[in-house]
């Protein structure tokens, strides 16, 4: 059987290793004309999380009792990023690519007609054809926009400069990291946000709390409004009639998946704004399938990681079905947020409490940044369907959530399972008892 992926990212490799896993006889080829490791290894999840922690640290200095908060040095955070990414030398993907025993083809992909692709100068046979194309910056179209040079999440996490000033266009995760990171290097910052608040796709009441520790940062949060026109300069004019000047302008308003070009009408590929339409088993055409970003489904790395495993299973003829109740999802600003499962909908019972009620909290800093956990349920399952949680660290002790909603763990099993003291998750059985006490 031969198998041809096309896409390196880290949604690529790991449809790799896990096809692997199941079958040591296929003929796997992957196609990859950039970095393999992708976005996520180079210029998003891990380059931005060594940044952030480099602030993360010194900020946290400033809060601590005979500590003293002291700005991290550019160049001492742009070595361990550059570290990071390996100076976005690809080497030591290959070499797993290698373990695997998987062939690699640089250059851009298309199919010419069903059971070959051409890439590199050469045509790729396959029985089978997995798309993990993965996505790219989505750039909206403002006036002016196209007059002035510009960072996407590329530019922002491969420089090795910190402008004096930046407007931030996008108050999504990206938006939001790079906001704070580069306000705690020292630049003036700006974030604009159409929507009535930071990270508009989670709950309210976590976009309002990092509104308030962003503008504890010195950030000048504008949300409410959107980014009419921009000039060079950089002047952005903004819907409400003001103006913001920068020397640098990040725009983060998403992703766009990556599905031109590909030949892909040639299969048969049903393809929508959103991104190539899948069934339950990221099928999208008689052999072919769509994994991680390209399908627009979740855009993170590791639902990417999970859809591979679903189609990897299913290629390899073993039942398998994706399941997407419980999405965890970080944003590793400080305070973190962390969300997973459903938060919305007049069907649910909800009940929250501040994480300042759990001990742990203080005596992780002095004096404690803000948080809470808040929980909601299905009232007639009694079982946990989503959850919100921010305060340091947040997306680490998410994990026992998440199994919770995925594994419709009853709420009284839930409250009787032992939580380690002191930790943060002992603010998990505080939630629940209030969510008990809510549902009663």
Same mark, same amino acid.
């Given at each position: ?31 990859? $004309? ?6 996520? $290894? ?30 991290? =040095? ?164 903004? $819907? ?52 991680? =970003? ?83 349920? =299905? ?45 943060? $998750? ?15």
């Amino acid at each position: 059987m031969k198998v041809v992926v096309l896409g390196g990212g880290s949604t690529g490799e790991h449809f790799v290793g896990a096809l692997r896993r199941f079958d040591s006889e296929a003929e796997i080829t992957l196609v990859e $004309s950039r970095l393999v490791g992708g976005e996520c $290894s180079y210029f998003a999840c891990m380059p931005t999380k060594t940044m952030l922690r480099a602030t993360e640290l010194a900020a946290s200095l400033g809060r601590a009792p005979g500590l003293a908060a002291e700005r991290p =040095d550019p160049a001492g955070v742009w070595s361990w990023r550059d570290w990071m990414t390996n100076d976005w030398d690809d080497s030591g993907q290959l070499h797993y690519l290698e373990e695997w025993n998987c062939r690699l083809v640089r250059g851009e992909a298309r199919v010419v007609r069903p059971g070959v692709v051409e890439a590199g100068g050469e045509e790729v046979p396959y029985d089978k054809l997995v798309l993990a194309t993965g996505s790219r910056p989505a750039i909206p179209r403002v006036e002016g926009l196209d007059t002035v040079e510009y960072w996407t999440n590329r530019e922002a996490t491969s420089t090795h400069e910190v402008p004096e000033s930046l407007v931030v266009m996008g108050g999504g995760p990206v938006g939001a990291e790079l906001a704070q990171f580069f306000a705690r290097m020292g630049s003036r910052v700006t974030i604009v946000e159409r929507g009535d608040h930071l990270l508009g796709r989670v709950h309210s009441d976590a976009g309002e709390l990092l509104a308030e520790a962003f503008r504890a940062d010195g950030i000048d949060v504008r949300t409410g409004v959107g980014i009419e026109k921009v000039e060079p300069g950089i002047r952005v004019h903004l $819907s409400d009639g003001s103006e913001v000047e920068g020397e640098r302008l990040l725009v983060a308003t998403g992703r766009r998946p990556n599905t031109e070009g590909l030949g892909l009408e040639e299969l048969g590929v049903e393809i929508t704004p959103r991104g190539v339409r899948v069934d339950e088993r990221l099928r999208a055409a008689e052999n072919v399938w769509a994994i991680g =970003d390209v399908n627009g489904i979740a855009l993170f790395t590791h639902v990417g990681k999970y859809q591979a495993r679903v189609a990897a299973s299913d290629l390899a003829g073993r039942a398998a079905k994706a399941d997407y109740r419980a999405i965890p999802a970080g944003v590793f600003t400080d305070p973190e947020v962390a969300t997973t499962g459903r938060t919305d909908g007049d069907d649910l019972v909800t009940a929250r409490v501040e994480l300042g009620s759990v001990p742990r909290l203080s005596t992780y800093e002095k004096p404690a940044r803000d948080g809470f956990i808040r929980l909601f349920a =299905d009232p007639a399952e009694r079982v946990l369907v989503g959850a919100v949680c921010v305060g340091p660290q947040a997306a680490e002790w998410l994990g026992q959530l998440t199994l919770a909603i995925r594994a419709a763990v009853p709420l009284e099993t839930l409250l009787d399972t032992i939580q380690p003291y002191p930790t943060f $998750s002992e603010g998990v059985f505080l939630a629940l008892l209030a969510l008990r006490d809510a549902l009663e």
